[in-house]
């Protein structure tokens, strides 16, 4: 697991990041809080960056990544955390809460938010149903399509395009326009340089997309689906 750290105080932070990120999303919180006494530390999750990427989905369950990251605290010695997610990382923080409530002193949590577990509904049967095929979680589940749609753009413009979109609209792509549909940016927003881009993009071009892909292959297996009042009545009988 490749871990960036900063900071020797007594109260530690943990940051996850979410997709399709790196540890790099949290470079300027890393800054700050460690300036004001925080040990700050921020791991690149199982499959993304220079942390290992095991290749079958199975092995993206909560269980998987939460047990990493107690791995990792217990290795770095420490008891607890104030623990800060943000999308994937977020989910991931939710299940780290409910598995080991011992080893967390408090959660910051953004984008994601928590949701009882359906033990009947499955997550990516239910997003079909409502938003179709093209639905960007559903479009992920088959191995090499949605390798092959990221492909076909330059990587650094294929970070920009998911990174900065602000649409609020369920993220639906067709296959036959894909990502590589998606207009270029004109111009990169002040929160976000080219040179962050060529970190993420030299991570990316090396390891691929397969195992930042695998968490939403296995979101059946353990992620919380949105409650059943988000989806027509049909979604009880799956």
């Known amino acids: 697991m490749h871990v960036a750290s900063i900071g020797t105080g ?8 979410g997709f399709p990120e790196l540890w790099y999303t949290w470079r300027h919180q890393l800054l700050s809080l460690s300036s004001l006494g925080y040990r700050c530390i ?6 993304y960056g220079d942390t290992d990427c095991p290749a079958p989905a199975a092995q993206y369950t909560s269980l998987h990544i939460v047990g990493d990251l107690v791995g990792l605290l217990d290795g770095l010695g420490i008891q607890r955390v104030f623990l800060v ?3 994937w990382g977020a989910i991931i923080a939710w299940h780290f809460c409910l598995f080991r409530p011992d ?6 949590n953004t984008s994601v938010p928590f949701t009882p577990r359906h033990p009947k509904a499955s997550l990516i049967a239910g997003m079909r149903a409502v938003f179709g095929d093209d639905f960007y ?3 992920f589940q ?17 970070l920009a395009k998911i990174l900065t979109s602000r649409n609020p609209d369920p993220p ?7 990502f590589r549909g998606i207009p270029d940016l004109p111009a990169l ?40 009042y988000f989806f027509p009545s049909s979604y009880a009988s799956f």
């Open 137 to 139: 979680m559903c479009r």
């Open 103 to 108: 080893r967390v002193k408090a959660l910051v």
């Open 172 to 178: 639906c792509l067709p296959k036959h326009v894909g």
């Open 42 to 47: 921020a791991p690149d999750l199982r499959g």
């Open 189 to 228: 927003p002040s929160w976000l340089t080219q040179q962050d881009i060529d970190y993420f993009a030299s991570k990316f071009d090396r390891t691929g997309f397969t195992g930042a892909l695998n968490y939403y292959r296995a979101i059946d297996l353990y992620v919380n689906p949105p409650p059943l």
């Open 142 to 158: 088959e191995v090499g399509e949605a390798e092959a749609d990221f492909g076909a753009v330059e990587t650094g413009k294929l």
């Open 85 to 87: 997610g943000h999308d």
């Open 10 to 17: 007594p109260r530690a932070i943990l940051f996850l990041h």
